[in-house]
């Protein structure tokens, strides 16, 4: 069983900072990849960060030049630095990976519990 656990959202005023954090834990042979999602009420689902095991990175224009996802690939663990931050950003933000438990077996898509990010004055 593998499990996404994201933490370090909260309250945060129009033009700063967060970082969130995601851990994958479980039965774990290799993560590829991993990614970052938001959703606002009303709203669809936003895929806007992705990162490979290799290290490359896409954004969705929305945050490209203020968010930037990393990962620690020994802890099985993805980041978000959100910079800026704008008031309509704020949503339930949501890592999800392809994992692969076991060599040779297909991978298998995981999401986390979400963490709510509210930005507001």
């Known amino acids: 069983h593998v499990q996404l656990v994201e933490s370090g959202g909260g309250l945060v005023q129009p033009g700063g900072s967060l970082r969130l954090a995601c851990a994958a834990s479980g039965i774990i042979f290799r993560i590829n990849p991993m990614c970052w999602s938001r959703q606002a009420p009303g709203k669809e689902r936003e895929l806007f960060a992705i990162m490979t095991s290799g290290g490359s990175t896409n954004y969705a224009d929305s945050v490209k030049g203020r968010f930037t996802i990393s990962r620690d690939n020994a802890e099985n663990t993805v980041y978000l630095q959100m910079d800026s931050l704008k008031p309509e950003e704020a949503a339930v933000y949501y890592c999800?990976?392809?994992?692969?438990?076991?060599?040779?077996?297909?991978?298998?898509?995981?999401w986390g519990q979400g963490t709510q990010v509210t930005v507001s004055s």
């Open positions: 999800n990976a392809e994992v692969r438990r076991l060599l040779r077996q297909r991978t298998y898509p995981y």
